[in-house]
């Protein structure tokens, strides 16, 4: 099956600073969402985007297919942006089996 | 506003003791995935229904099961829980992932004890 690296795995910022987030993976894909988990465990969804750039508010993403790779940027961090944010694909090859493949995360930690 | 329901948000129950989680859905999604999140790890399939058809993961152990009495509903049940099934179990629903922009959009999640 298709395999989903993140990097960092952790990472601990100054509120107001920058990050940028990857992912790779490891075959095409038909699908690829970034998600937010909070603290209480609610899975956010941030980006739908198998490929193409988009942006909404102090978050934005980049996905390029034919290299395998997605970035997630976050602006100006603040406390509440902490929590795990997961890279998640639906492999390409054309079967019928829609599953989302995750990561295993990178732990955000947005201090004040 | 809630679109993918999950309840409760949290159950205990007894080891051994069966237990069912429900979602459902005001999406009119065609189907529904049940996940599986253990402590400190990443969300793992364990099924899902394409309409009527049940779909299960390769290592799904039995004592998971699902039901899907209409488009709106789902169940979960865990025959016989033990220890290492207490987690967080996610529900999902998309519309048709063989059409273009099919997100998959998740509840908030039902996180199981077991005693």
Known sequence: GIQVEQSPPDLILQEGANSTLRCNFSDSVNNLQWFHQNPWGQLINLFYIPSGTKQNGRLSATTVATERYSLLYISSSQTTDSGVYFCAVEEGSGGSNYKLTFGKGTLLTVNP | DAMVIQNPRYQVTQFGKPVTLSCSQTLN???????QQKSSQAPKLLFHYYDKDFNNEADTP????SRRPNTSFCFLDIRSPGLGDAA???????????GREQPQHFG?????SIL
Not at chain 2, 29 to 35: D, I, L, S, T
Request: glycine share 4%; with cysteine; aromatic share 18%.
């Open chain 2, 29 to 35: 999604h065609n189907v529904m995935y049940w996940y």
């Open chain 2, 62 to 65: 039995d004592n998971f099961q």
């Open chain 2, 88 to 98: 967080m179990y996610l529900c999902a629903t998309s519309r048709d992932p063989r």
């Open chain 2, 108 to 112: 908030d999640g039902t996180r199981l």
